[in-house]
T-cell receptor, first 116, second 115 residues
Framework: NAGVMQNPRHLVRRRGQEARLRCSPMKGHSHVYWYRQLPEEGLKFMVYLQKENIIDESGMPKERFSAEFPKEGPSILRIQQVVRGDSAAYFC??????????????FGPGTRLTVT | KQEVTQIPAALSVPEGENLVLNCSFTDSAIYNLQWFRQDPGKGLTSLLLIQSSQREQTSGRLNASLDKSSGRSTLYIAASQPGDSATYLCAVAPHGSSNTGKLIFGQGTTLQVKP
């Protein structure tokens, strides 16, 4: 059973470009979380999605950031018009669901975004 | 607002020592608590998950305890090895009206085990 997959592992963008980060959850998992780890800071929750639905986006910056989890295909975190402050490691986690309470979250290897 | 604190921020021990990492959280209303390991430049590996109704979990040389009423958890590592060197992260899933399962992380304890 493959784990959570993220690609690309490393992404370099110039200021003003768009960044697209992809996450494929573990087989059988329908819940996806995105977290961001800024340099010298802890991991911060960004957004929680189920298939075709954004459930909680309380951690997402109000502008330039968006996320989706379509019926088919991976979850996508999209950052428009990137700035240097967006440079960070972005982690995706998946879990099997909320029946009886939140399940264990399994993390992917992360995408390290560098904005030049 | 839930906040998670880990002490110490860094720890260096000789190989073979038993050690304890501490985690505290401000709101006892949680679904569960997870301990993770993160190697430099890598993702997170889940070590132990403790549900709010449980007191402890064990896996090999690792034992995690949970005292929800006092807002504390400890991760005990027995007979430490150089391969245990990593950053250890504690995270709680708050129990509240949103119930989304999102994790609130501590800043981590960076452990170095010297041969």
């Amino acid at each position: 059973n493959a784990g959570v997959m993220q690609n690309p592992r490393h992404l370099v963008r110039r200021r003003g470009q768009e960044a697209r980060l992809r996450c494929s959850p573990m087989k059988g998992h329908s819940h996806v979380y995105w977290y961001r780890q800024l340099p010298e800071e802890g991991l911060k929750f960004m957004v929680y999605l189920q298939k075709e639905n954004i459930i909680d986006e309380s951690g997402m910056p109000k502008e330039r950031f968006s996320a989706e989890f379509p019926k088919e295909g991976p979850s996508i975190l999209r950052i428009q018009q990137v700035v240097r402050g967006d440079s960070a490691a972005y982690f995706c986690a998946s879990s099997p669901g909320l029946a009886g309470g939140p399940g264990e979250q399994y993390f992917g290897p992360g995408t390290r975004l560098t904005v030049t | 607002k839930q906040e998670v604190t880990q002490i110490p921020a860094a720890l260096s021990v000789p190989e073979g020592e038993n050690l304890v990492l501490n985690c505290s959280f401000t709101d006892s209303a949680i679904y569960n608590l997870q301990w993770f390991r993160q190697d430099p430049g890598k993702g997170l590996t889940s070590l132990l998950l403790i549900q709010s109704s449980q007191r402890e979990q064990t896996s090999g040389r690792l034992n995690a305890s949970l005292d929800k009423s006092s807002g504390r958890s400890t991760l005990y590592i027995a007979a430490s090895q150089p391969g245990d060197s990593a950053t250890y992260l504690c995270a709680v899933a708050p129990h509240g009206s949103s119930n989304t399962g999102k994790l609130i992380f501590g800043q981590g304890t960076t452990l170095q085990v010297k041969p």
